[in-house]
């Protein structure tokens, strides 16, 4: 069929520009234009042929012969315009005109032209128009009518009288017809090949697409069943996509989200407009990892196009596309949380600059205004007095020192500058010795201080640091404690840890503010009016210095009830414990006792 390849590239060539954008209206054209030229060329290159064996042609056949330009000129006029349809009612209309004045001159209805009246809508069938075929079929109907019309008054000649005279004609009629037909099954066949093969390419990018495509494609009917769900779904619910047919992927929206998801598939059948929803889906599938945790996904969906027009709602079909949106969740949560906790942070520090104002600022009024009695010469002070102003500007000044180390300790540890130095040593009479000097506070505020601490272990552990530990802890219940109360200091160790327990009968501490304990600069039940004072830096420090040993703490309280804190230590912090021989010990510690001495006696000398 090589010969023929110049024939189509000419015929492709006559194809409107404006057709030639789609494949499919691009065919259709050239079906048009093909069998017509071909055709009536074909039958202009017969002519001579035709004379040759017929001899000189009459009238008749000559207007035969020349109506085949009509064709020709159809075609010319559908390359220029690219007017389908209207080529199309043109070349019914001529179409009808030749075999009308071929059949009036050959015996009206009963002539061989005639049955070409069936070829007029048939071929207007190829041009996929409603109106053009009506109007075909209304061209071939008012011929027909005329004819029958034209016979039944005797006005044209009997068919039997001209079948003679024009048998080669009939012939020749009869052969162009089977040929034009075979043209038209040919353009048929073209056009329903070339729609396959459209269909088939359109149907395979689809496809495609929706094999790799990460989004998840649904189709919706009636109540939100699932009617169709692209391969996606298998990567993203871990589960087969013919599980989530039906009401399959309902059965796995999470039971809060479920209404939000029905109201958006409603929302979009009911007012043709796009709606979108997040909501939780259950995973499944082999992973155990996987199976049964929820997912967040993102649907956005709209009417389907084929129903969007449905004049029932209940009909109207929903397409809808699923995104994982579980990072976006995360991150979403992960900012929420990070302004809350700044927020917080915020918080903390006003209360912070509160608090500390009035801390610094009291003993600083103390320091700044007793010294300047002391130093007025206008006021006689006795000894008694001057002493009681001195001592109270000390522990002023004592208490300002106390709060500046423990911000300055604080600050440490969280920049992560704050080390340890731990030491081996017995911890039973470092928590007695922290006991004996809380006593007389404890004494002082009315509050029984009792000590239970067992026959303990050596430990390797930061001996500043413990007792840090223990005045703070200590101190502060004692201070939360009322009048007639209890505070009890136990000890305890088991194979790896130290245990130490402060226990007091207290105010309590509120359940919303438990779990804040050891926060820096946080005080439970904040306010202007507290009746306790204090940078509330002691548990944050407590806390911070339990945690560079690798211990823990713990909080039990109630309110009115008592406040409970448990400390666990390692005993011995540095990983390894050191094995100690007691002769030695005994031995390094005279040496030492000995060296001091001897220098004490150089210096007094």
């Given at each position: 069929m090589s010969f023929l390849t110049p024939v189509w590239n000419y015929v492709d060539a006559l194809v409107h520009p404006a057709a030639q954008q789609d494949a499919l209206t691009a065919a259709r054209h050239r079906a048009f234009i093909a069998p017509r030229l071909l055709g009536s060329f074909a039958a202009l290159a017969s002519f001579p042929v035709?004379?040759?064996?017929?001899?000189?042609?009459?009238?008749?056949?000559?207007?035969?012969?020349?109506?085949?330009?009509?064709?020709?000129?159809?075609?010319?006029?559908?390359?220029?315009?690219?007017?389908?349809?209207?080529?199309?009612?043109?070349?019914?209309?001529?179409?009808?005109?030749?075999?009308?004045?071929?059949?009036?001159?050959?015996g009206g209805i009963g002539s061989f032209a005639a049955i070409w009246l069936?070829?007029?809508?048939?071929?207007?069938?190829?041009?996929?128009?409603?109106?053009?075929?009506?109007?075909?079929?209304?061209?071939?109907?008012?011929?027909?009518?005329?004819?029958?019309?034209?016979?039944?008054?005797?006005?044209?000649?009997?068919?039997?009288e001209v079948a003679s005279e024009h048998g080669a004609l009939a012939a020749l009629g009869i052969i162009s017809a089977a040929l034009y037909s075979t043209g038209l099954a040919l353009g048929a066949e073209s056009l329903a090949r070339t729609s396959f093969w459209l269909l088939y390419a359109e149907e395979d990018r689809y496809r495609l697409l929706a094999r790799n495509i990460t989004d998840v494609i649904t189709r919706h009917g009636r109540n939100g069943a699932v009617l169709f769900v692209s391969p996606a779904a298998e990567a993203l619910f871990g589960i087969k996509a013919g599980e989530l047919m039906s009401h399959g992927l309902f059965d796995r929206v999470h039971v809060a989200d479920r209404p939000a998801y029905l109201t958006a598939l409603a929302d979009a059948a009911a007012h043709g407009e796009v709606r979108s929803v997040e909501f939780r889906i259950r995973r499944g599938g082999e992973n155990e990892a996987q199976a049964g945790q929820f997912v967040w996904v993102e649907m956005r969906c709209r009417p389907f196009d084929g129903t969007a027009g449905s004049a029932s709602i209940a009909e109207r079909e929903v397409v809808a596309v699923l995104r994982d949106v579980s990072e976006r969740k995360t991150q979403e949560?992960?900012?929420?949380?990070?302004?809350?906790?700044?927020?917080?942070?915020?918080?903390?520090?006003?209360?912070?600059?509160?608090?500390?104002?009035?801390?610094?600022?009291?003993?600083?009024?103390?320091?700044?205004?007793?010294?300047?009695?002391?130093?007025?010469?206008?006021?006689?002070?006795?000894?008694?007095?001057?002493?009681?102003?001195?001592?109270?500007?000390?522990d002023s000044g004592r208490h300002l020192l106390s709060v500046v180390n423990g911000i300055l300790d604080m600050s440490k540890m969280e920049t992560g500058n704050f080390e340890i130095e731990p030491e081996p040593f017995l911890p039973a009479p470092a928590i007695i010795s922290c006991c004996d000097l809380l006593a007389l506070k404890a004494r002082d505020a009315g509050v029984e201080l009792k000590t239970r601490v067992a026959d303990l272990p050596e430990v390797v552990v930061d001996r500043r640091a413990l007792n840090q530990i223990l005045i703070n802890l200590i101190s502060n219940a004692i201070k939360f404690t009322p009048r007639d109360g209890r505070v009890t200091v136990s000890a305890d160790c088991d194979s790896s840890k130290l245990s130490i327990v402060v226990q007091d009968t207290g105010v309590g501490i509120g359940e919303d503010d438990l779990p804040r304990l050891g926060e820096a600069f946080f005080q439970a039940r904040s306010s202007y009016d507290r009746k306790h004072d204090g940078s509330g830096l002691g548990l944050s420090i407590v806390k911070g210095l339990v945690k560079l040993h690798g211990g823990d703490i713990e909080f039990h309280s109630r309110l009115n009830e008592g406040t409970r804190i448990t400390v666990r230590l390692p005993i011995d912090c540095e990983g390894k414990r050191p094995v100690v021989d007691p002769i030695r010990l005994v031995t390094q510690r005279a040496n030492e006792f000995a060296a001091a001495t001897k220098n004490l006696v150089k210096k007094s000398a």
């Open positions: 035709y004379i040759a064996f017929r001899g000189v042609p009459s009238a008749l056949e000559i207007g035969v012969f020349a109506w085949l330009v009509v064709p020709i000129l159809t075609a010319y006029f559908l390359s220029r315009t690219g007017r389908y349809e209207s080529a199309h009612v043109l070349s019914s209309l001529s179409l009808t005109g030749l075999i009308g004045v071929v059949a009036w001159c050959t069936v070829v007029v809508p048939l071929e207007a069938a190829l041009s996929a128009s409603r109106r053009v075929v009506a109007m075909a079929s209304t061209f071939a109907l008012v011929a027909a009518g005329l004819l029958l019309v034209l016979s039944a008054t005797g006005m044209l000649p009997p068919a039997t949560r992960a900012v929420d949380i990070a302004r809350a906790e700044s927020e917080r942070a915020n918080a903390a520090k006003s209360r912070f600059l509160a608090t500390m104002s009035h801390e610094l600022r009291t003993p600083l009024n103390a320091i700044i205004g007793f010294s300047e009695m002391m130093t007025d010469d206008s006021i006689v002070l006795d000894e008694a007095r001057k002493l009681e102003y001195a001592k109270v500007i000390n």
